[in-house]
């Protein structure tokens, strides 16, 4: 079983996964690309998943576990639900009355308008025996609800929409094994249909993902399954989620079903000093970044966000130590003959390496030419190319966000005639 401090690193991987993309650099809620949070694990409600956006209101896990008799199946439903936030002061025409305004200054402090989130957990454990037997729907009921606190010149007031979902969860017995299917459905009825997504977000359950813990038993990884449950590994269906086993390598009784694609076993970097809440990124470069911002840029995102607040107020602080202990960025890395660094072009070849297990996404970009934009070294000493697929659609857009696809050395070729000194 998974130890103790096991498992909080198991807790620190799902925080990562819960908050990423929450606030991104340069924290501040004018920042073009805080115009549209929260990209990965929403489900939102049925009738805005019906307006053809291409958002969806449910999630669907499946994977394989080895089981006793008397096994059971713990499930934590975990997700954000979103908090309006709004600044006001007292209306001059009104006495008692108050009016919406775009920030509102106290002190040296300022605070702006922002939707937050509070963060949500639902636990059930189930007897495997009983989803083998017949199919479980558990319901999900989260309070909505209004404060209000006064601040001098005006009032900070926060509101949170009810929420409702389902868990359906079922077994499947195979040969040695079972098949767990497990769905999160978003059950809010109210109507959306001309809702814009911020507002629907707010009916909407964020970054959700599910940690599944099997007692009397152990699961099987997906990505690397024995021979044995190869094919029944390819029939497990699973819908905007990645499961993928948690904990020490060797450990086998926690799974993460992330909406994010991860590796088994994945880690947070011990040098990391705290959440930049964007996982495509590292800690030195965000540092360095933050660092650059002015004070009113500064100002502006300790106003946005708490969390905002806690980055700048960390990095500002930080000592020049661990800042080299962050260093992971390289200059070139040398590919057969060729030195490949920033601007160069290289073929990808994401499964001619037996290095790192491939996720399914890189079937689409093999053979393609793609323009490395940055060269990064993780804790590990493994080297891996931050690129853009040239010709992808969405190549400004990833450039524009810094979302870029990696692959170690191994997984490329240089481009025919590309050559550096």
């Known amino acids: 079983m998974t130890d103790g401090a096991a498992l909080e690193g198991v807790k620190a991987v799902a925080d990562a996964v819960l908050y990423e993309g929450y606030v991104l650099y340069p924290y501040r809620a004018s ?29 669907r896990t499946e994977c394989l576990a080895e089981v006793e008799p008397d096994a059971e199946l713990h499930l934590r439903l975990r997700f954000l639900q979103a908090q309006r ?21 106290v002190g040296e402090d300022e605070i702006l308008p922002w939707d937050e989130a509070v963060e949500r957990e639902h636990e059930v454990t189930l007897p495997i025996a009983r989803l083998l037997e017949s199919e479980q729907y558990l319901p999900v009921v989260v309070r909505g609800g209004e404060s209000i606190t006064g601040v001098a010149g005006g009032r900070v007031v926060r509101r949170k929409q009810p929420l409702t979902a389902e868990l359906r969860c079922r077994a499947e017995q195979l040969p040695g094994l079972v098949r767990l299917h497990i769905t999160v459905a978003n059950t809010v009825t109210v109507d959306c249909t001309h809702h814009t997504r911020d507002e629907a977000l707010r009916h909407s359950l964020i970054a959700a ?29 699973n819908e905007h989620t990645w499961p993928v086993l948690m904990g020490p390598v060797g450990s086998d009784d926690v799974m993460l079903s992330s909406p994010i694609i991860l590796y088994d076993h994945p880690k ?29 840029e500064k100002r502006e995102a300790r106003a946005t966000d708490e969390r905002a607040r806690r980055i700048v107020d960390r990095v500002e602080n930080l000592p020049h130590q661990p800042r080299e202990s962050m260093h992971g960025r390289v200059r070139v890395v040398r590919v057969g003959d060729t030195e490949i660094g920033p601007g160069s072009k290289v073929v990808l070849r994401p499964h001619a390496s037996a290095q790192r297990i491939t996720d399914a996404q890189d079937m689409f970009v093999d053979g393609r030419v793609a ?22 659609p969405a190549e400004e857009w990833q450039l524009a966000q810094r979302r870029y696809r990696y692959f170690t050395t191994a997984e490329v070729e240089p481009y025919p005639g590309e050559v550096r000194p």
Not at 33 to 54: C, D, E, I, M
Not at 379 to 386: H, I, K, M, N, Y
């Open 31 to 59: 920042a073009q690309k805080n115009h549209a949070r929260w990209q990965f694990g929403v489900l939102v409600p049925p009738s805005y998943a019906a307006t053809g956006t291409g958002e969806h209101s449910t999630c």
């Open 268 to 296: 947070v970097d011990p040098a990391s000093q705290g959440d930049f809440f964007d996982a495509c990124e590292i800690d030195e470069m965000l540092t360095l970044r933050t660092l650059t911002l002015t004070d009113a």
């Open 371 to 392: 323009t490395v934009r940055s060269v990064l070294e993780d804790v590990d000493g493994t080297c891996f190319l931050a690129v853009t697929v040239d010709g992808d």
């Open 85 to 105: 936030r709004t600044v006001e002061i007292e209306r001059e025409d009104s006495p008692g009355g108050y009016r919406e305004v775009d920030a509102l200054i």
């Open 209 to 237: 993902h599910t940690m599944l813990t099997v007692r009397g038993g152990r699961f099987l990884s997906l990505l690397d399954p024995p021979e044995w449950a190869k094919e029944h590994a390819k029939g497990c269906v």
